[in-house]
């Protein structure tokens, strides 16, 4: 889930090279911003798998593929692997086809946590599953919303939906993204003082 700041590249590229010391404040700033989203998210994936999907629990072994062609089964429930997978990062992206970057990304990056962040943000409301029980993807997904149910972060709707990290973020109330800015101006205003004394003590 990318947060998209305009002009960050730049000011990137220039604080690498000119003052990696301001960056590496910066970067410590905004990282500072993003852990308490990490440990709201994180503490909401509980030991077990969540509502009655016992089955759905790490077995301890590697589950082989039920459906023939494919190379991987089903992700299991494991606690330490999904709370793992929540993370972020301070890398600028690269730059997508409307000229904007993110300056940072929150992800979710198990299999799993993947699953109990977006399950039911598309399709039918009461989904059809394909196994033998018509009524599994219902109960999947009601088992997921156990955890809190699908937060729209932004109010745009289901592609902005998510249980985890999502909804984590909507929980901050942009006191994650203002900081970010704020980091951000104060490294701009550091980098442009610093040049200005250089130019006046040569």
Known sequence: MPVVIEGVVGLKKALRQLAPDIKKEMDKEIRGALKPIIKDARSKVDGKAPGDLFNWNDPG?????????????????????????????????????????????????SRSG????????????????????????????????????????????????????????????????????IAVEKAKRNLANRILSERKAA
């Open 114 to 181: 993947a699953i109990i962040e977006t399950a039911g943000r598309v399709g039918s409301p009461n989904p059809r599953a394909a196994s033998n029980n018509p009524d599994a993807g219902e109960r999947f997904i009601g088992a997921m919303n156990g955890i809190g149910g699908l937060v729209d972060y932004s109010g745009r709707g289901r592609k902005s939906t998510g249980r985890l990290l999502y909804a984590a973020y909507a929980r901050n109330q942009g006191r994650a993204l203002n900081a970010t800015l």
């Open 61 to 109: 072994y590697t589950r082989k593929p039920r459906v023939p062609g494919k190379k991987e089964a089903f992700p299991s429930y494991n606690q330490t692997i999904i709370r793992r997978g929540l993370t972020y990062s301070v890398a600028t992206s690269r730059i997508d086809n409307s000229g904007f970057v993110s300056l940072f990304t929150l992800f979710n990056k």
